[in-house]
Nanobody
Framework: QVQLVESGGGSVQAGGSLRLSCAASGSTYSSRYMGWFRQAPGNEREGVAVIYRGGGTTYYADSVKGRFTISQDNTKNTVYLHMNSLKPDDTAMYYC??????????????????WGQGTQVTVSS
């Protein structure tokens, strides 16, 4: 089992920055991929950024490329999402997820089997 706890959400002005953290516990080294997803009211949950635990290869949604950076710490059990140049359209609940099941870069919710409870990010204009 993998437990995920997100933190770092909050309310910022457009153009501001936030850093989200996802602390993993349990079978932390079993996760092949960890990623950030977001869901705004009325919208589908979408993949934002994914990192391959064994090597650090990253994948991003087109909407956040050049603004967001996903990274992991030296212990391999904490993943960050550095968000710069935030826009009102970035407002959403952000969820951390882990996948132990699939190979390749999973960017779809159904490919993840562990989820955090989410942290709210609100960007005002």
């Amino acid at each position: 089992q993998v437990q995920l706890v997100e933190s770092g959400g909050g309310s910022v002005q457009a153009g501001g920055s936030l850093r989200l953290s996802c602390a993993a516990s349990g079978s932390t080294y079993s996760s092949r991929y960890m990623g950030w997803f977001r869901q705004a009211p009325g919208n589908e949950r979408e993949g934002v950024a994914v990192i391959y635990r064994g090597g650090g290869t990253t994948y991003y949604a087109d909407s956040v490329k050049g603004r967001f950076t996903i990274s992991q710490d030296n212990t391999k059990n904490t993943v960050y999402l550095h968000m710069n140049s935030l826009k009102p359209d970035d407002t959403a609940m952000y969820y951390c997820a882990a996948s132990t099941m699939v190979a390749g870069p999973p960017m779809h919710s159904y490919q993840y089997n562990y989820w955090g409870q989410g942290t709210q990010v609100t960007v005002s204009s």
